[in-house]
């Protein structure tokens, strides 16, 4: 069955770093794209971008563009989401989903998603 | 503020419809047929409820439908059950700059 596992809570204080995982299993990994989703607590849903798994390519809006990375290991069906200076606003569930349709691309069909990573940014 | 608008809350008695909204623009509801709507109970991982305007996932039930009239997009749900209490997020292609827009989500409360 199709599984996205992420990795752990993270706290971090503001101005540093953090780099979530989501591990997938159970279909062909580099068939589908995965995308990246937070929400804050208490708030509602942010798209953050998506990575193309055949060739690694992310597409990132203009707002996180600056201070988000993402890449992907074909090796291991993991993909990884990096967040750099980071502030209190980024305090947030951290969410990795798969676009159920492999043709398109950006797309906000979601048909599997990880369990979460919380991550709080505080000092 | 979201880019996409939904009521906040909405509510229902057991056996009712209720209809929740999500009002965007021509440059995403009004113009590309890639809206989904999705249900969210508290600590759980959003699901994909509706696609492509009107389209249910497999194992969805039938009490869900989707539809969209120029800029709005609806989700409808017959026969309200205890279980569809959550929250509901719309989500849509935003053709301007490529990418994904939510609405900021209603919360259903069935009495």
């Known amino acids: 069955q199709v599984q996205l596992l992420q990795s752990g809570a993270e706290v971090k204080k503001p101005g540093a770093s953090v780099k979530v995982s989501c591990k997938a299993s159970g279909y062909t990994f580099a068939r589908y794209y995965l995308y990246w989703v937070r929400q804050a607590p208490g708030q509602g849903l942010e798209w953050m971008g998506l990575?193309?798994?055949?060739?690694?390519?992310?597409n990132v809006p203009q707002k996180f563009e600056d201070r988000v990375t993402m890449t992907s290991d074909t090796s291991t069906s993991t993909v990884f989401l990096e967040v750099s200076s980071l502030r209190s606003e980024d305090t947030a569930v951290y969410y990795c989903?798969?676009?159920?349709?492999?043709?398109?691309?950006?797309?906000?069909?979601?048909?599997?998603w990880g369990q979460g990573t919380p991550v709080t940014v505080s000092s | 503020q979201s880019a996409l608008t939904q009521p906040a809350s909405v509510s229902g008695s057991p056996g009712q419809s209720i209809t929740i909204s999500c009002t965007g623009t021509?440059?995403?509801?009004?113009?590309?047929?890639?809206v989904s709507w999705y249900q969210q109970h508290p600590g759980t991982a959003p699901k994909l409820m509706i696609y492509e305007v009107s389209k249910r996932p497999s194992g969805v039930s039938n009490r869900f439908s989707g539809s969209k009239s120029g800029n709005t997009a609806s989700l409808t749900i017959l026969g309200l059950q205890a279980e569809d209490e959550a929250d509901y997020y719309c989500?849509?292609?935003?053709?301007?700059?490529?990418?994904?827009?939510f609405g900021g989500g209603t919360k259903l409360t069935v009495l």
């Open positions: 021509s440059s995403d509801v009004g113009n590309y047929n890639v």
């Open positions: 990575i193309n798994t055949r060739g690694g390519g992310a």
């Open positions: 989903a798969r676009g159920q349709n492999p043709n398109m691309a950006v797309t906000g069909d979601y048909d599997y």
């Open positions: 989500c849509s292609y935003r053709g301007r700059d490529a990418s994904v827009v």
